[in-house]
Nanobody, 124 residues
Framework: QVQVVESGGGLVQTGGSLRLSCAASVRTFSNIVMAWFRQSPGKEREFVAAASGRSIFYADSVKSRFTISRDNAGNTVLLQMNSLKPEDTAVYYC???????????????????WGQGTQVTVSS
């Protein structure tokens, strides 16, 4: 079973930055899609960003502020979050999917393995 582990959450003021990290125990990391979702209380899980070996896709709400990157050698994916806003407050989840998720990045049901989540809190 694939293990997905996130780290890097915390408390930051509005306008600040945080970097999340996700490690996945997969045999062929380069073949999978890695994504970040988030969920705040009372809301549905929301797509944030995803990366395959060749493509990257962002939700409109985070475009130009967040950057997703992959380290295929280390089986990790990072999410650099800048210019954070209070509405970015949520539990952030890392997830993996096969190539079928390419082009349909935001559909949570396509992702097979999920981490336990890491809390990001942005104070106003």
């Amino acid at each position: 079973q694939v293990q997905v582990v996130e780290s890097g959450g915390g408390l930051v003021q509005t306008g600040g930055s945080l970097r999340l990290s996700c490690a996945a125990s997969v045999r062929t990391f380069s073949n999978i899609v890695m994504a970040w979702f988030r969920q705040s209380p009372g809301k549905e899980r929301e797509f944030v960003a995803a990366a395959s070996g060749r493509s990257i896709f962002y939700a409109d709400s985070v475009k130009s502020r967040f950057t997703i990157s992959r380290d295929n050698a280390g089986n990790t994916v990072l999410l650099q979050m800048n210019s954070l806003k209070p509405e970015d407050t949520a539990v952030y989840y890392c997830a993996t999917a096969g190539p079928r998720a390419i082009g349909i990045w935001s559909r949570a049901s396509l992702y097979d393995n999920w981490g336990q989540g890491t809390q990001v809190t942005v104070s106003s």
